[in-house]
């Protein structure tokens, strides 16, 4: 099997922000940023297989051809988003944390098609007592990935699996394209509203069992620590209390005028801002996106771009705002946004040591001409 990068050098890139807000739908190019634990595996789909196990009734082996014409297909406009999305925020507005640099483009906005995951699972026929005591553990055999790991896996909970209306794929396209090799090629599952690190790539098993995926990115990583555990010593405590992280948090993110820029102002003395904006978990879309120019004392409501509307509540917002500034000032701009579930920024970003989920303010420092 032909492999490209490797377990001591993963592919981990992200887009320059002002090229990822430039299209609603984010393109399979180097639009979309990458993240890998270990080597990406080119497989074969003619024959790849899937294995559904665990508590089922039917344990199946299912081929891409299977998976394509034996189940109804969806397609599914999801924002899928790192966990470390804004890390670089977190470490230098509140304090270091472990992890990648990602600053604010470890996210992607597409259309995914392919059967449902709920679909899958009803043909095997589940065969637990209590659903909510259950987990559905996904899981890629093919490659090994850092840790020591030789597997990459994550699970979400059966009920989530199991609900209609969560949208969780069996993925076999990418904007109407079969996936990208490094995007998972010919399977991967997509969770929406959900840390993207469940969207395991490269699919060969799903299995339904009592308790979360063993591997060491469900256990041991890509969980919100409570803040005492502060390295890695005092965080070996905690690992096994603290919840998975699953549902991202709402967000925004300025990304015109960039962080730095130095901006002209049009005659009238206003820039145009830009952004993306993301709900918490399934409770999108985002209704509201505001920005300040104040430090927060006043908002101003920005317009959400109309591409997004009506759209589905797991794809992101894009948005811009016209905000009069004043010349020859260093200029401070926030954004916050809401959803529909009524989920505001608070603007009190939460330090964990892992540096997930940050959800501070949207914010561009940058200077304005003279
Ligand atoms: N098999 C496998 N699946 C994986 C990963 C991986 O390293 N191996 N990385 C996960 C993480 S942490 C994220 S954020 C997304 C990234 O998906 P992308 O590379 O398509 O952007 O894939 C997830 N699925
Ligand atoms: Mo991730």
């Known amino acids: 099997m032909k492999v490209e990068y490797s377990v001591e050098k993963p592919l981990n890139r992200e887009p320059a922000i002002k090229d990822l807000i430039s299209s609603y739908i984010t393109p399979n190019n180097d639009t979309c940023y ?9 497989l074969n789909a003619k024959d790849h297989l899937v294995k559904v196990d665990g508590e089922v009734l039917k344990p199946l082996q299912l081929s891409v051809e299977d998976l394509k014409t034996r189940f109804k297909q969806h397609e599914i406009v999801s924002a899928l988003q790192c966990a470390g999305n804004r890390r670089h925020i977190m470490r230098t507005l509140l304090k270091e944390v472990n992890g990648l640099d990602w600053f604010e483009g470890a996210v992607m906005n597409c259309k995914w098609r392919g059967p449902k995951l709920r679909d899958v699972l009803n043909e095997a026929g589940i065969n637990v007592k209590n659903i909510k005591d259950y987990h559905v553990a996904f899981a890629c055999y093919k490659v090994p990935v850092q840790g020591g ?7 979400i909970e059966l009920a989530r699996a199991m609900k209609e209306s969560a949208d969780v794929l069996v993925a076999l396209e990418m904007n109407g394209q079969p996936l990208p090799v490094k995007h998972g090629f010919p399977i991967r599952i997509v969770v929406p ?3 993207g690190c469940r969207s395991v790539k490269w699919l060969d098993r799903i299995t339904v069992q ?3 995926s063993t591997n060491l990115y469900q256990r041991y990583d890509y969980k919100i620590l409570p803040p005492s555990a502060t390295d890695k010593e005092t965080a070996s405590k905690y690992w096994d209390k603290t919840p998975a992280l699953q549902d991202m948090p709402v967000n925004s993110v300025i990304a015109v005028p960039q962080n730095g820029d130095k901006v002209k102002l049009a005659t009238s003395g206003a820039v ?5 904006a993301l709900p918490h978990g399934d409770q999108g879309p985002v209704v509201k996106v505001e920005v300040s120019a104040d430090n927060g004392r006043t908002w101003k409501v920005a317009s959400i771009l109309p591409q997004n509307s009506g ?3 797991w794809a992101w917002a894009l948005w811009k705002a016209t905000v009069q500034l004043q010349k020859g000032q260093k200029t401070h701009l926030l954004s916050r946004a809401t959803d529909k579930g ?3 920024q608070s603007g009190e970003p939460q330090w964990n040591l892992r540096g997930v989920a940050y959800d501070g303010y949207g914010i561009s420092t940058f200077d304005v001409a003279a």
Do not use: F, T
């Open 193 to 195: 509203g959900v840390s």
């Open 311 to 313: 759209q589905s509540k």
């Open 34 to 42: 990458d993240r890998n634990h270990g080597p990406i595996p080119y």
């Open 342 to 344: 009524g989920n505001m």
């Open 210 to 212: 009592s308790e979360e």
């Open 272 to 276: 145009e801002v830009k952004g993306y």
């Open 149 to 155: 790991e030789s597997w990459y896996g994550g699970s």
